[in-house]
């Protein structure tokens, strides 16, 4: 482990892991906007079905394999060694189970390029594998700094190759070779600029211990992949390729955007949960005051996502009419999603990863109820279906919250609700601008509604500093502790 006390790798970790995310997030996000005006939602649905199907392996085998080298007593080895060829023999497994399958996925869609496309995308599952164990290693060991030039080669190579082949008429196989692309230089920058080699000495003893403890983790993590990527299955087999495309693009921002800032996070208080596992008055206070902030950021990001909606839809043309209006109600169940963001991680570092994986049952049982109801009625009211569950879900995790650990859960929520009305008031006032300007053209009727919000929100923030300096103060009680 490296040196330096808690608070502090907590501190450096968060803002290289948030500064490389939001890099790559931004920049990323900015480039779907440019794939979107040269591809067509269709196309974007049949290549977002592929990527639905393959992101579940890296959830069940590099995440869960992540979670056992965060878990390790020290930096063994041995251990490291057999998670890492664990996790290539199991993404071969799994890229060969994508080639079985790739017959009854173009059939879903109703597309029979995706026949020859998934198989092709499979590869990735390969270049994802060589480089997780390196990625996690340096994920416990808090260097997230080492880790902001691998995803940035990543993200640069990935558009170098892919934007050029769609402007030159290349459509949806720009997109494949760029996620190609950005798997392979993701795994050679990490095996140039991360240190750790593995020995490839297999003990089956670690090897058992090690599949015990993932199990579970992968068995949520599963769960997870269906809870994320379910809707994307019954948009694609009862409405088609292209409402399932402009459902993606808009689920893509969101996740870009709201991800690159918050989705870091996770392993960086995963980490921190695991080392104070032991005192609770430690793990909760962090917790508590940690995801209030976490909850004002996620608000007030997704009010900047919900302005965007009707200038977007202006500005990458007619084939992507009503992308507006999806954007707007999409961000705001994924806003509030993840304002429960760090419940999972404090659930599996208390070793309730069953308890995680249950609750992702329950809402896979929810989505198969209310989207065989609504999907037959169209995208918006499947969109408004995901809003109603996020909102279950909120109610769900604080439950759980107060039952499993006695956690002051209505506090929290009480402390959520004015930041909440004070950013959605700022949000309404963007819009107002964002409509106000729209003679002007899309992309300065954004930057004018972007302006106002952000005027708001920042005052908002100078005037209330106190989930921060809460924050702030229980990380430096754990500095003293």
């Known amino acids: 482990m490296t040196s330096g006390s808690l608070p502090a790798r907590i501190f450096s970790g968060s803002m290289w892991s948030v500064l490389a995310e939001v890099s790559v997030g931004g920049v990323r996000a900015l480039s779907y906007l440019v794939y979107a005006r040269l591809l067509s939602p269709t196309d974007f649905g049949m290549i977002g079905l592929c990527t639905l199907l393959t992101s579940l392996f890296p959830l ?61 995308l499979s590869i990735q599952l390969l270049f994802n594998s060589l480089c997780s164990t390196h990625i996690a290693l340096a994920r416990r060991q808090f260097r997230y700094r080492r880790l902001m030039p691998v995803r940035l080669i990543s993200m640069l190579c990935s ?50 211990g090690v599949l015990n403890f993932t199990s579970w983790v992968a068995v949520d993590m599963g769960v997870t992949w269906l809870v994320i990527s379910g809707g994307g299955f019954f948009l694609a087999f009862f409405l088609g390729a292209h409402d399932l495309g402009l459902f993606r693009l808009s689920d893509q921002i969101d996740t870009y955007l709201l991800g690159a800032v918050l989705s870091p996070l996770i392993p960086v208080f995963y980490n921190a949960f695991c080392e104070i596992s032991n005192a609770r008055e430690a793990w909760s206070r962090l917790f508590i005051r940690s995801t209030r902030a976490v909850a004002i950021v996620a608000i007030a990001v997704t009010g900047g996502i919900v302005i965007l909606g009707n200038p977007l839809e202006s500005m990458i043309g007619a084939r992507w009419r009503g992308i507006g209006e999806i954007i707007v109600l999409n961000a705001i169940a994924d806003g509030l999603s993840y304002t429960t963001l760090l419940t999972p991680s404090l659930m599996r570092a208390q070793g309730r990863a069953k308890t995680v994986a249950a609750m992702r049952m329950l809402m896979i049982a929810g989505q198969v109820a209310v989207y065989s109801l609504v999907v037959p009625f169209g995208l918006r009211a499947f969109v408004l279906g995901k809003l109603g569950l996020e909102i279950a879900m909120y109610v769900l995790s604080y439950s759980v919250l107060r039952v499993t650990f006695s956690l002051p859960v209505l506090r929290l929520i009480r402390g959520q609700i004015f930041p909440a009305l004070v950013l959605a008031a700022g949000t309404l006032a963007g819009l107002e601008v964002a409509s106000k300007a729209a003679s002007l053209g899309g992309a300065t009727s954004l930057a004018l509604g972007w302006m106002t919000f952000g005027i708001l929100i920042g005052c908002y923030l100078i005037v209330d500093r106190r989930p921060m300096l809460r924050l702030a103060e229980q990380l430096n009680h754990l500095r003293s502790r």
């Open 159 to 208: 558009l170098a190759i892919g934007l050029p082949l769609a402007f030159l008429g290349y459509t949806y196989w720009s997109l494949v070779v760029g996620t190609l692309v950005a798997a392979l230089s993701q795994m050679a920058a990490a095996w140039i600029l991360l240190p750790w080699r593995p020995s490839f000495e297999f003990d089956k003893t670690i090897a058992r």
């Open 60 to 120: 069940l085998i590099d995440s869960s394999l992540a979670m056992a080298v965060a878990r390790l007593d020290r930096d063994d080895q041995r251990a490291l060694s057999v998670i890492f060829i664990l996790n290539v023999g199991l993404s071969i497994l799994a890229a060969l189970a994508l080639c079985v399958c790739a017959g009854l996925a173009a059939d879903l869609v109703h597309d029979q390029r995706v026949a020859f496309l998934l198989p092709i």
